[in-house]
Each structure stands twice: as structure tokens, then as C-alpha cells.
């Protein structure tokens, strides 16, 4: 979002007043790095706001007997590939990823309600990355997979006044232009660089 707030740790912050405005909700860059980070924005109606740098993946999936096929756009390279592994369910809210070996790779437990669907994958679960980073991903009906991995949360406050941004964190207050275009959230930094953020297309870490 804003370059001052990459620089700052982790922070709690009071919450202020704010009217409805055209920034409230969830928003994700347009655009990533080649290693697929990005920035979360959340925006809160009570004037909380909540910057969370992330791993994103977005990509599709579909259930071939006991493997989970899943394609993605290579960030690196922009090609699409596969990825396939067999799955394991233990009940309805925990499952195993299994190699063709059948070594265990990994679990993955559900968050949140259970849908109410055939299909027992669909819905959002998380599972450990490394042993200390905690991945979410939603799989929803219609064949889409959300991934998301956040490693930074920074949260303060913020304000709008007219077509600027009056964001505070830990202390550190900021003025941004902004605008809204095309259905897109555009940002202007302190050096003039301009970030867009699109509708965030998954419930994950919504009020993270």
C-alpha cells in the first residue's frame, strides 16, 4: 500500500470515526511480484485498517479419483502448469496431501462453516508452511483455489477526506491520493508511484 507502512512493525491501533466511503472492504494488488507477493488491503467501517503482505496464488482445481489436480499461472515464467497430488480425507474437516509414494506431505484442517455441498474439499482450510507460516486456501465450487500466505500484518487507522487518504501506523501519519477507476483502487505513494488494488475475488483473510 503505502511504503512507510512496509517499513514499521507489527502495531495495534485505536479506532476511529469514518463515513462509508468508496475504499471500505477488502482489496488485493492487480499486480504481483514474480514471487506472486502482493499486498492486502482492509479497509473497516469503524476506521481500523489492516495491511497484509502475502504469497497469493490463484488457480483451478478438480478431483481425479484420489488426486487433487490443480493448474496455476507460473509467476516467474506466466505459463500455466499442473500440479497433482493425492488426498486423504480423515472426516469431514481434515484431509492428507499423499506424494505417489504414499509419504505424507502435509495436512490441512477446515476453517469456518461447512458448505453445504457434494463435494467435501469445497470450502476454506489451512495448513502449516515450514512448520511456522500458516497457509489458507478456499476451494469453491465452481473449480477456483485461492491461496494465500501471509507473512507481514501491519494494522492501524485511517480517514478519508475528499480524494486523499489519511492513514496512521504505529504513530506514523500519511496523506495519499487516491481514486477510484474502472472498479480499481489506485493509490499514489510518497515518491509518486501509483499501486492498484482490485476487489479481493476470495472471503480469506477477511478481517484477519
Not at 507473512?151 to 496512521?168: A, I, M, N, P
Request: charged share 25%.
Amino acid at each position: 500500500m503505502f511504503s512507510i507502512l512496509m517499513a514499521v512493525a507489527l502495531a495495534a491501533a485505536t479506532p476511529g470515526q469514518t463515513a462509508d466511503t468508496p475504499v471500505a472492504g477488502q482489496w488485493e494488488s492487480a499486480i504481483r511480484n514474480k514471487g506472486g507477493i502482493g499486498n492486502i488491503l482492509e479497509f473497516s467501517p469503524d476506521g481500523r485498517v489492516t495491511q497484509i503482505s502475502a504469497m497469493m496464488s490463484d488457480a483451478t482445481w478438480a478431483i481425479q479419483g484420489e488426486w487433487l489436480r490443480t493448474t496455476y499461472t507460473n509467476e516467474e515464467t506466466g505459463k500455466l502448469q499442473d500440479s497433482l497430488v493425492k488426498i486423504e480425507y480423515q472426516g469431514l474437516d481434515r484431509f492428507v496431501e499423499k506424494d505417489e509414494n504414499d509419504a505424507e506431505q502435509g495436512y490441512s484442517e477446515r476453517i469456518g462453516d461447512r458448505p453445504v455441498t457434494d463435494a467435501p474439499l469445497v470450502g476454506e482450510w489451512c495448513s502449516l508452511f515450514l512448520d511456522t507460516l500458516t497457509t489458507y486456501r478456499q476451494f469453491t465450487s465452481d473449480g477456483r483455489l485461492f491461496v494465500r500466505l501471509p507473512v507481514t500484518v501491519l494494522r492501524g487507522t485511517y480517514t478519508v477526506s475528499g480524494d486523499t487518504l489519511e492513514v496512521t501506523i504505529a504513530g506514523q501519519p500519511g496523506r495519499y491520493p487516491f481514486r477510484i477507476e474502472e472498479g480499481r483502487l489506485v493509490i499514489k505513494n510518497r515518491d509518486d508511484a501509483e499501486r492498484v488494488y482490485k476487489r479481493s475475488p476470495s472471503n480469506l483473510l477477511k478481517g484477519y
